[in-house]
């Protein structure tokens, strides 16, 4: 297994276009989280899934974001409506619900620049 | 999840022992600390975790306190490839989403 994988690695659009990211996780893995990080901060949590399901969306993840992981493999996240302020690196993790103590894989992430 | 405090910055001579600080005076009894590394451009790396004893890996040692208010995250010898940001995290579980602060940034100097 090559660990999680994130495709593009960076992306420019133009203010007011629609990106999609895709995130692999580690096969065996049945936790996916999105988390975004500018420039200096921590990465903050965006949402996450367990399988397919959806479970929790944070209040940054207004309505121009949609994440989806059909049939709880890859995931995607979609920016509608780009905004300069969506800048940032888009970051992906995985992790195993059957080992609860043990910490997340992250990807090595998306970086997006609105222009 | 409680709420985490560490230093800025430091700087750690290479080959010597790099000790990060993390104050979480509001930790509850079922929290684990955990530790993460970020290296510039990739994402963040698990280090290690921890709840009441203390805890050694191949990357690091983690010295939590009695009260277990704070927690000390150790590197034997650091290396240059250790410079990076090193965060540490509170929660009930390594499994749920996981609240980042700013971390500490860690330079290693030849």
């Known amino acids: 297994d090559t660990g999680v994988s994130q495709d593009p690695r960076h992306k420019i659009t133009k203010r007011g276009q629609n990106v999609t990211f895709r995130c692999d996780p580690i096969s065996e893995h049945n936790r996916l989280y999105w988390y975004r990080q500018t420039l200096g901060q921590g990465p903050e949590f965006l949402t996450y899934f367990q399988n397919e399901a959806q479970l929790e969306k944070s209040r940054l993840l207004s309505d121009r974001f949609s994440a989806e992981r059909p049939k709880g493999s890859f995931s995607t996240l979609e920016i509608q409506r780009t905004e300069q302020g969506d800048s940032a690196m888009y970051l992906c993790?995985?992790?195993?619900?059957?080992?609860?103590?043990?910490?997340?894989?992250f990807g090595s992430g998306t970086r997006l620049t609105v222009v | 999840d409680a709420k985490t405090t560490q230093p800025t910055s430091m700087d750690c001579a290479e080959g010597r022992a790099a000790n990060l600080p993390c104050n979480h005076s509001t930790i509850s009894g079922n929290e684990y600390v955990y530790w993460y590394r970020q290296i510039h451009s990739q994402g963040p790396q698990y280090i290690i975790h921890?709840?009441?004893n203390n805890e050694t890996n191949e990357m690091a040692s983690l010295i939590i306190t009695e009260d277990r208010k704070s927690s000390t995250l150790i590197l034997p010898h650091a290396t240059l490839r250790d410079t990076a940001v090193y965060y540490c995290i509170v929660s009930r579980s390594g499994n749920t989403p996981l609240v980042f602060g700013k971390g500490t940034r860690l330079s290693v100097i030849a």
């Open positions: 921890g709840l009441k």
């Open positions: 993790a995985s992790s195993s619900q059957g080992q609860a103590t043990y910490g997340y894989t």
